[in-house]
């Protein structure tokens, strides 16, 4: 028995009793609803089983065809469909959340992801890594972008997740490494406080072997250097008014050497594979040189 | 038309197209089962929005009754339940990712839970806060302890996460304090490399208003200062052998002042409300102080 001191706890006695309620009914009404929605777990475990047997069986046919495991068309075809159909009371927020836990599980029963990302395990490469793909999928943490292309070269990787300064500083100075993989989607993380300002947003990109199909929502992002520097987003806006209605998003971002005024990251509306962007980029005479990133499905902002 | 540099993009032709399946029987096969599987997601949907308006039904009366929205025990009984039936092939890991999920969804349409770490976003408190709790969950990042402890007595918090030594070494020192909130549970985020060692471990503490009942999982944490210093793990549970039955985890973990090598934090099988707990320490001899950090179900590794 411990005698020099006494046993302090700062577990304080069970306080955790919901008042009486107003009715014996209205407990009895708990009771009933607990067990319908454990009737409801119940059926939802079998449909869940049922999903990953049906996902292990075109796995199956994945491996023999050559077929990649990663298809982000396929996957945002599927949640915008399902937020179609989806009457509520469910956010289209949390359906997403709870379906990338649900097809994390379906892509391990194929075959569990490879993802990377470039930059140790908790950093914040690393954060919005896990915060794209699911619980089931597999985790590295390369130090170098070149290591991550070489991964996705060999197979030895399906995606590879790196910050957006750093992957086009690489295609802006080595167009040729680029044939080596594809940008198949982006991730941002939560704005943090005290580094808002220029390039300040923590956005990530997805990389893979292989471009992403055009679809219904495809958006293109476009790396470019204009001959004059423009002080604010809004002078851009004015000097590239030609591409107005098809312009989801445009930043100054810096990347590499240069001047960080006249550099911008442009996101368009479209597949780049359509000739829409050849049109809307042929007549600005302010381009001094572009470079497509990428074309592949806009994920909505609450995803 | 930029014409002072040629325009280069990192988009390559479309390479993504499966080898022609062996035989056209097959492709339909695949067909038939992608139908299989969007028919399966449109039940799921369906269950997903009936589980959430059962829930925010039950929400209701809580806010009627005082009950509180997260109920650690309650939660924990569900998954163990559903593990139990859970006849594969998805393994109780993923199972508990989607639960996550779809217990958060359940929550917001309660009310939902207020949650706040002890660290800036993105900092090692708040992934580990993120781990745990799921998309539709509401987040705060607070600079300290005490804030945490303030938003728990004003029930403007639901929960509270801060790392195991800044806790321990609080309530060693006041005592007092720890009446204001109760441990209910805790995350570790995993090992990172070249950190291992003493007290490496990345470990934190949920807080809640209230102790957690007990269940037939409990596990109590116990934080204690041994007359005797020990080397290592080896030379204490020897020591402590009168543990060994209930002793789930031992560690020497570094808190406040004072010499660490004496100081130890224990996990022990059972709820510290059972006599077991003072019936297995009072024989022991060694301890100068012992301090009951709280008890709470334990969550599977997979988890």
Chains 1, 2 share one sequence.
């Not at 993802?115 to 590295?140: K, P």
């Not at 005024?261 to 049109?279: M, N, P, Q, Y």
């Not at 001094?288 to 990428?294: A, D, E, F, S």
Request: charged content about 25%; aromatic content about 6%; proline content about 7%.
């Amino acid at each position: 028995m411990p005698t020099s001191c006494a046993p302090s706890s700062c577990a304080a006695p069970i306080r955790r009793k919901p008042r009486p309620p107003n009715n014996p009914l209205s407990s009895m009404k708990i009771q009933n609803l607990r067990k319908k929605i454990d009737q409801l777990d119940s059926r939802l475990l079998t449909l869940l089983n049922q999903r990953a047997k049906l996902s292990a069986a075109i796995g199956q046919w994945k491996l023999a065809s050559g077929s990649h495991v990663y298809a982000p068309d396929r996957e945002e075809h599927l949640l915008r469909t399902l937020e179609g159909k989806n009457a509520g009371p469910m956010p289209h927020g949390a359906l997403r959340s709870i379906y990338r836990e649900i097809l994390s599980t379906s892509r391990a029963c194929q075959r569990p992801l490879q993802v990377a990302c470039v930059g140790r395990e908790l950093s914040n490469a690393w954060v919005a890594t896990r915060r794209r793909f699911g619980s089931s999928d597999n985790y590295q943490s390369l130090s170098s972008l070149t290591q991550v292309i070489n991964g996705l070269s060999r197979r030895k990787l399906d995606v590879g997740v790196v910050d957006r300064p750093t992957l086009i500083a690489l295609v802006w100075e080595k167009p040729a490494l680029a044939k080596k993989f594809a940008v198949c989607g982006d991730i941002t993380l939560p704005a943090r406080a005290g580094r808002n300002g220029n390039g300040a947003r923590d956005v990530y990109f997805l990389l893979s072997h292989s471009p992403v199909p055009p679809t219904d929502y495809s958006k293109t992002v476009v790396a470019l250097e204009c001959t004059a520097a423009f002080g604010s987003v809004k002078e851009w806006q004015a000097a590239f008014s030609v591409l107005r209605r098809s312009l989801l998003h445009v930043e100054q971002i810096k990347w590499g050497k240069g001047n960080s005024k006249s550099r911008w990251l442009v996101e368009l509306k479209g597949h780049w594979t359509a000739d829409d962007l050849a049109r809307k980029l042929e007549p600005v005479q302010m381009i001094r040189r572009w470079l497509i990133v990428g074309s592949y499905p806009e994920v909505p902002h609450y995803a």
